[in-house]
């Protein structure tokens, strides 16, 4: 099944649905030159657990919290130096 992917450049957002055993990482991309979004799977369970989280309705571990915005940080980081380098 090819479902769409749910999209966000939102960065604590994109560390809560890391940490989500639920919802695969499936990249990240250039929207802009100063713009990346990160892509996840599957679309429907991605929006519904953003939205709790934006609507601070979601729980996380905040040691997890802590780790997944580390590695968004990182995967921002490398996609910009990837750029630089094109």
């Not at 940490?19 to 990482?25: D, G, K, L, Q, R």
């Not at 990346?36 to 905040?62: H, T």
């Not at 997890?64 to 130096?81: H, N, P, Q, T, W």
Request: aromatic share 10%; hydrophobic share 45%.
């Amino acid at each position: 099944m090819n479902e769409k992917l749910f999209q966000t450049s939102d960065l604590p957002t994109a560390a809560f649905l890391l940490s989500s055993p639920t919802i695969a990482f499936k990249g990240i991309v250039s929207k802009n030159t100063k713009t990346k979004l990160f892509l996840f799977e599957p679309e429907q369970n991605a929006r519904k657990i953003a939205f709790e989280f934006i609507n601070g309705k979601a729980m996380v571990n905040a040691r997890l919290f802590s780790d997944s915005m580390r590695i968004a940080k990182d995967l921002v980081f490398g996609a910009l130096r990837q750029d630089q380098e094109r």
